[in-house]
């Protein structure tokens, strides 16, 4: 099980989320206008710099061009491109492509807006096309999928795990918190978890709150020994 947070939004940032224990840093990459944290390909390029023998590093875009999309990925040479537009922005045949120009050492994650039971086979049809489903809420009015601090119905997301099998991990998001984290691996038992906006100071859209971090890391990892317990 891993653990996952965004945004980082400096190198600093991104190495005291490794100090914390955090396993995948999560940053966004590009100018898009409409997400909190955006960064310069330099920037972020930075961070997976940083990142190297430390942790994966994962840039966050909302670009739906493909082109575009590799070229971030050329220049940034992050560990995992997380395709968080609207989901089907990006279609199953667009992420097969994207799949075919991009290096087989760059895995692919994909935002899924779980809702309804209509939300699996959703879920299904992109498994073979992404490494990596992120499972998260989307509001309307907001952009893209995910950084919404607001849960889903989880029983949705623990049958998507159980149906999705080995074609592709899963990783549990949409307002995560220390105090829910727990729960949801037992009731989901995904791949992995992630936060964003459930670690960030409060009322702050960027800015993390360490302790927040510590303190998710350590109910994600206790949530795992919880279910490895006999």
Request: charge should be negative; proline fraction near 10%.
């Given at each position: 099980m891993i653990v996952q947070v965004y945004a980082a939004t400096?190198?600093?940032?991104a190495l005291k989320m490794v100090e914390l224990g955090v396993d995948q840093v999560g940053f966004v990459a590009g100018d898009y206008g409409e997400v909190y944290g955006e960064l310069t390909f330099e920037v972020a390029r930075g961070i997976v710099e940083a990142l190297k023998g430390k942790a994966v590093s994962s840039a966050l875009t909302m670009s739906t061009d493909i082109a575009e999309i590799q070229h971030m990925a050329e220049v940034v040479q992050p560990d995992i491109i997380h395709i968080s537009s609207d989901t089907e922005a990006v279609g199953l045949e667009a992420m097969r492509e994207l799949r075919r120009r991009?290096?087989?050492?760059?895995r692919l994650m994909k935002a899924i807006h779980v809702a309804g039971p209509e939300s699996i086979p959703v879920a299904l049809k992109f498994a073979p096309a992404a490494e990596i489903l992120l499972l998260d809420t989307k509001v309307a009015g907001m952009p893209g999928v995910g950084a919404t601090g607001v849960t889903h119905d989880w029983n949705i997301s623990r049958e998507i795990v159980a149906r999705v099998g080995e074609r592709a991990r899963v990783i549990l998001a949409g307002g995560l918190v220390?105090?829910?984290?727990?729960?949801?691996?037992?009731?989901?038992?995904?791949?992995?978890?992630?936060?964003?906006?459930?670690?960030n100071l409060p009322g702050d859209p960027v800015a993390k709150d360490w302790e927040r971090v510590r303190e998710f890391v350590r109910q994600a990892k206790m949530g795992l020994i919880r279910e490895e317990l006999p």
């Open positions: 400096s190198t600093a940032d991009l290096p087989a050492r760059v220390p105090d829910n984290v727990g729960a949801a691996l037992a009731a989901v038992q995904p791949w992995g978890v992630d936060s964003n906006t459930g670690t």
